[in-house]
T-cell receptor, first 117, second 110 residues
Framework: GAVVSQHPSWVICKSGTSVKIECRSL??????MFWYRQFPKQSLMLMAT?????????EQGVEKDKFLINHASLTLSTLTVTSAHPEDSSFYIC?????????????FGSGTQLSVL | QKEVEQDPGPLSVPEGAIVSLNCTYS??????FMWYRQYSRKGPELLMYTYSSGNKEDGRFTAQVDKSSKYISLFIRDSQPSDSATYLCASVNAGNMLTFGGGTRLMVKP
């Protein structure tokens, strides 16, 4: 299947700092990428849809000024958690649509565990 | 009511058992159905992908879709401890919007 690379795998930061997470589609071009958040033992919560060359679409309740998304190229989307606080500690996962036979499929990055002290 | 419902488990089975994981959905517009496996602290991994009613087999895994009853299943034969994970079903509508079930945690005991 298609490969989506996400970095870093984990990050620990002090409260008030900003953290950037990268999501790359390695062997296909992705005009649309998605960012999810997942708390322990819970399912994925869609945060936003990242569109190459345009503004991201945020889900209800997600602060766009808090979670900055940039999709500057067909293979890279970034999520920046600005002025992180302990309540932002979570597992963040990106995904990208890969076109192919039988319709588009969704592939996920390996996730980023963010811990804010 | 959620559009895709899934029993959260946990489901505990002995090694070698046949596992049945199930989801129901309410939106008739869903056209594609997928099963993902997620290990702890990892991103979901696509296991199976189907778009029509019936069965699709891949190794020890069989995905089953019944559009008339809006029911999707994943069967795992000869389950192994390494199959212990959370399994997420997902449905996609014509607009390519994907909706996940809440996930079922599976534990296969040696």
């Amino acid at each position: 299947g298609a490969v989506v690379s996400q970095h870093p795998s984990w990050v620990i930061c002090k409260s008030g700092t900003s953290v950037k997470i990268e999501c790359r589609s390695l062997d296909f071009q992705a005009t649309t990428m998605f960012w999810y958040r997942q708390f322990p033992k819970q399912s994925l919560m869609l945060m936003a849809t990242s569109n190459e060359g345009s503004k991201a679409t945020y889900e209800q309740g997600v602060e766009k000024d808090k979670f900055l998304i940039n999709h500057a190229s067909l293979t890279l989307s970034t999520l920046t958690v600005t002025s992180a606080h302990p309540e932002d500690s979570s597992f963040y996962i990106c995904s990208a649509r890969s076109p192919g036979q039988g319709g588009e499929k969704l592939f996920f990055g390996s996730g980023t565990q963010l811990s804010v002290l | 009511q959620k559009e895709v419902e899934q029993d959260p488990g946990p489901l505990s089975v002995p090694e070698g058992a046949i596992v049945s994981l199930n989801c129901t959905y309410s939106n008739s517009a869903f056209q594609y159905f997928m099963w993902y496996r997620q290990y702890s602290r990892k991103g979901p991994e696509l296991l199976m992908y189907t778009y029509s009613s019936g069965n699709k087999e891949d190794g020890r895994f069989t995905a089953q879709v019944d559009k008339s009853s809006k029911y999707i299943s994943l069967f795992i034969r000869d389950s192994q401890p390494s199959d212990s994970a959370t399994y997420l079903c997902a449905s996609v509508n014509a607009g390519n919007m994907l909706t996940f079930g809440g996930g079922t945690r599976l534990m296969v005991k040696p």
